[in-house]
């Protein structure tokens, strides 16, 4: 990093449910051994968007480090916008779906090594709705549970878990899909349609093998039934998903109806129920710092079928 010896470091204190005034210390400390001032703001759940941009504008920081979940790094991608600056991600959320897919280091020290590091990569982001979504959003079954989840006391993947059996009876799937892309209407009836810039669901689940985070392309993915074989087949690495079991369209924009409103989460976060979802590739890239033998191609495997 260019000493100009001055970072952000945007803190949601209450993600993950776990006190951040370790990790706080230890990113000062660290960064205090080379010469970096570390400036640090706590989101407030309001307003943080025009704060931070604020605090950038006045301290002019060499890069932005964030210190949550998917929700709050995608708070800062929204930030971003406006700034040509590199973000450095600790992972401090409950599932940490959007780090699961940049392969970041386990421990704290080793993640503010690469979060400060000069290895970055260029991913793309999608836009639903004229939402920004950074990883991973579905219609259905899943963000029926996330519904459930941020209803409950319980956070983690424990909390997905005990929430999933409710759903399971609850739900009124299959639901029927219209979707229109490259020219083309697909009628498909599925328990879940996911739109995937990346790979993996915050719980690790590899749904979309063919996922590249800046391939200028998104996958429709559509989960016909709900196979528990096949759902903790997506746990295991380059497992072959059956076709009778997902489905996968590669496209660049596409217009996804349903004739009921449908649960609907972007990266995590539950959105509403919705009836149509417009989603394109959205101009704005966002520059991640990363590992020095991060290799985007070591996720991907050809294994869904191509629609
Ligand atoms: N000070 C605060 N008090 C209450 N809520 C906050 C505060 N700061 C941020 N938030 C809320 O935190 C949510 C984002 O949390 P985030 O997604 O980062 O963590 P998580 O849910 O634990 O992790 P993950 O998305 O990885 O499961 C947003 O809904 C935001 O409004």
């Not at 349903?258 to 417009?278: H, L, M, S, T, Y």
């Amino acid at each position: 990093m260019e000493p100009k010896n001055k970072i952000l470091l945007v803190v949601n204190p209450i993600s993950g449910n776990f006190d951040k005034a370790n990790l706080i210390n230890t990113v000062k400390t660290k960064l205090a051994n080379k010469n970096i001032l570390v400036e640090v703001y706590e989101t407030k759940g309001h307003e943080d968007i025009k704060a931070i941009s604020k605090l950038i504008n006045q301290h002019q920081p060499e890069r932005l480090l964030v210190a949550g979940g998917d929700g709050t790094i995608q708070l800062v991608a929204k930030v971003l916008k406006d700034f040509d600056l590199s973000l450095g991600i600790l992972p401090a959320g409950s599932a940490n779906g959007f780090a699961i897919n940049l392969n970041l280091p386990d421990n704290l020290n080793d993640q503010i090594e690469v979060a400060t590091g000069e290895t970055t990569f260029t991913i793309d982001t999608l836009e639903l709705n004229g939402e920004m979504c950074l990883h991973i959003s579905d219609l259905g079954i899943n963000a029926e549970l996330i519904r459930l989840y941020e209803h409950s006391n319980i956070r983690g993947k424990f909390g997905y878990f005990l929430q999933s059996f409710p759903t399971l009876f609850k739900s009124n799937y299959p639901y029927k899909f219209t979707i229109e892309a490259k020219g083309h209407k697909y009628v498909k009836k599925g328990v879940l349609l996911a739109i995937a810039n990346a790979n993996k669901f915050g719980t690790g689940a590899n749904i979309n093998p063919n996922g590249k985070l800046d391939d200028g392309k998104f996958e429709i993915l559509i989960f016909k039934r709900l196979s528990i074989f096949q759902i903790l087949k997506t746990l295991i690495k380059n497992s072959q998903l059956n076709s009778n079991f997902v489905e996968a369209i590669s496209v660049e924009e596409a217009t996804i109806t349903c004739k009921n409103p449908v649960a609907f989460q972007i990266d995590g976060e539950f959105i509403g129920k919705r009836k149509k979802v417009v989603v394109k590739v959205s101009d704005q890239k966002l520059r991640v710092a990363v590992s020095k033998n991060f290799n985007p191609a070591l996720n991907r495997n050809n294994n869904s079928e191509k629609i």
